[in-house]
């Protein structure tokens, strides 16, 4: 494999859902034409980043969940058959009790092959509405070009490093991460160290405009170049891609030659870990600072 190309798909949502699906399989349409391998959704794509308030009315708002049986899913996994080219789809999907903050990656034959809920919701604010995912996921990605290891988190898991260090020791090469937040420098900096101490590419979808104010982007995951055995490389920037604020897609292209010769000959990811120390990362006990009310484990 040469070239994984990506589609971040910078747009602005609705809370109407027809609205949205017609939006969807427009911009995925436009995607395909300039031959992306994956388009990706932000975060929340069928309902819009709109979650209600805690003490608001959320019956409505819970009314539009979906699961892969829905029309609005289904139609997006006909459209990846039909146009040869995988959708990373995001969407309020249902489940017992709370609904879930759910991605699903349908594969160029229309499968779905990776099926992922949000795991560290922000339960400080209006996310304590939804029900947490409880594990991360990797999938073998078919693309024309070649097979992909992908693996995929959402919005505020890239703030926890564990979140990507999983995905990598599960084997991703890239991941990806549906968005709806504004990507200042700090953020834009976790994610960069998150590409470059798992040596993992990161393709950021975010909402445009005034919702998120959009800057989508991605990281390669090679931070040096040249380098190998007893030779030092050469400090690189990781960013190969970034938008500005309005809607467009973005194209992110990854060298995965490239970034499997890296991986194979670098220090980072899993190769110098001493796991056998980090036991005290297994503990559920918090003591302050960090002691919140709301917080569910």
Not at 12 to 28: A, P, T, V
Not at 195 to 213: H, I, P, R, S
Not at 245 to 270: C, F, P, S
Not at 272 to 279: E, W
Request: with cysteine; aromatic share 10%.
């Amino acid at each position: 494999m040469h070239i994984f190309t990506t589609a971040l798909l910078q747009l602005r949502g609705s809370n109407i859902q027809q609205e949205n699906l017609n939006k969807g399989i427009d911009f995925c349409r436009q995607a395909k034409s300039i031959d992306a391998n994956i388009a990706v959704f932000p975060e929340l794509w069928n309902v819009g980043y709109n979650i209600p308030s805690r003490n608001s009315n959320k019956d409505e708002w819970m009314k539009q969940a979906i699961n892969m049986k829905d029309d609005f899913f289904m139609q997006f996994q006909s459209l990846a058959k039909e146009i040869d080219m995988a959708i990373a789809l995001t969407y309020l999907e249902k489940w017992d009790g709370l609904p879930r903050n759910s991605v699903s990656v349908i594969d160029r034959f229309g499968e779905v092959v990776l099926t992922y809920a949000k795991v560290h919701t922000c339960d400080f604010d209006k996310e304590a509405l939804l029900t947490p995912g409880d594990d991360f996921f990797v999938c073998d990605l078919n693309t024309k070009s070649g097979n992909v290891k992908l693996g995929a988190m959402i919005c505020y898991d890239r703030e926890f490093p564990e979140s990507a260090r999983i995905l990598m020791l599960k084997g991703a090469e890239v991941i990806i991460v549906p968005n709806a937040c504004e990507m200042e420098m700090n953020r834009k900096a976790q994610l960069q160290a998150r590409a470059y101490e798992n040596m993992t590419a990161m393709a950021l979808a975010n909402y445009a405009g005034n919702e998120c104010k959009g800057h989508s982007m991605a990281f390669d995951g090679i931070a040096f170049e040249g380098g190998g055995e007893s030779v030092d490389g050469v400090s690189r920037d990781m960013l190969i891609t970034e938008a500005g604020e309005d809607e467009e897609i973005v194209i992110a292209k990854i060298d995965m030659n490239k970034l499997r010769d890296y991986r194979q000959k670098e220090t980072w990811g899993n190769a110098y870990r001493k796991p056998s120390v980090y036991k005290i990362l297994l503990s559920d006990e918090v003591n302050e600072p960090f002691k919140r009310k709301d917080a569910r484990r």
